[in-house]
């Protein structure tokens, strides 16, 4: 889970901190960036027909400038944590998505950590099918479907100095 929300003085110190990394993910090509749990976290949505080919967990080539960039803002804030969530379309089975859904996302969580991302600050996750974002009916839909979540969450150190400048 992404979380509770502080709010008050110690959000608004998280939430700056959040803007600040933010603006430097929005530079990336091919990550979708989004402020979340009232500002404190940040959404980045990679899309998997960047990132992987059909059916695949290798990661593209053409992926990895965008990782390498998203790597070294993740290295450049290092107190927060990093939960990273795969998802496929509804085509093909479960004993197939679901599998996919966690490789891929373990392919992120390793590729990261090849970069220098400690890996006692990620997790990853494979939720298949289970969560669509748009309808699995049409085409444009199952791409969007088809995509690895990362999120970047406050962690305790983060969380306790900002408390601690609010109080």
Same mark, same amino acid.
């Given at each position: 889970?992404?979380?509770?929300?502080?709010?008050?003085?110690a959000?608004?110190?998280i939430?700056n *901190?959040?803007?600040?990394?933010?603006a430097e993910l929005?530079?990336?090509?091919?990550?979708q960036?989004e402020?979340?749990n009232?500002?404190e976290a940040?959404?980045v949505?990679? +899309? %998997?027909?960047?990132?992987?080919a059909?059916?695949?967990s290798?990661?593209?080539?053409? %992926? *990895?400038? %965008?990782?390498?960039?998203?790597a070294?803002?993740?290295?450049n804030?290092p107190?927060?944590?990093v939960?990273i969530y795969?998802?496929t379309?509804?085509?093909? &089975?479960?004993?197939?998505?679901n599998?996919?859904s966690?490789? #891929?996302?373990?392919?992120?969580?390793s590729y990261l950590s090849?970069?220098?991302v400690?890996?006692? #600050?990620m &997790?990853? +996750?494979g939720?298949g099918?289970?969560?669509?974002?748009?309808?699995?009916?049409?085409?444009a839909g199952?791409?969007?479907?088809r *995509?690895?979540e990362?999120?970047?969450?406050?962690?305790?150190?983060?969380?306790k100095?900002?408390?601690?400048q609010?109080?």
């Amino acid at each position: 889970g992404i979380g509770a929300i502080l709010g008050g003085t110690a959000g608004a110190i998280i939430g700056n *901190r959040m803007d600040k990394q933010a603006a430097e993910l929005e530079q990336i090509e091919g990550a979708q960036v989004e402020k979340v749990n009232e500002g404190e976290a940040i959404k980045v949505t990679f +899309e %998997s027909g960047i990132l992987f080919a059909t059916n695949s967990s290798t990661l593209s080539s053409a %992926s *990895r400038s %965008s990782l390498d960039k998203f790597a070294t803002s993740l290295q450049n804030n290092p107190d927060t944590d990093v939960e990273i969530y795969g998802h496929t379309d509804s085509s093909g &089975s479960d004993a197939i998505n679901n599998p996919l859904s966690e490789r #891929r996302a373990e392919s992120v969580y390793s590729y990261l950590s090849s970069k220098g991302v400690s890996g006692l #600050r990620m &997790s990853y +996750e494979g939720f298949g099918s289970k969560q669509p974002v748009a309808d699995n009916s049409t085409v444009a839909g199952r791409a969007e479907n088809r *995509r690895v979540e990362v999120y970047i969450l406050p962690n305790a150190k983060m969380i306790k100095e900002a408390q601690e400048q609010a109080n």
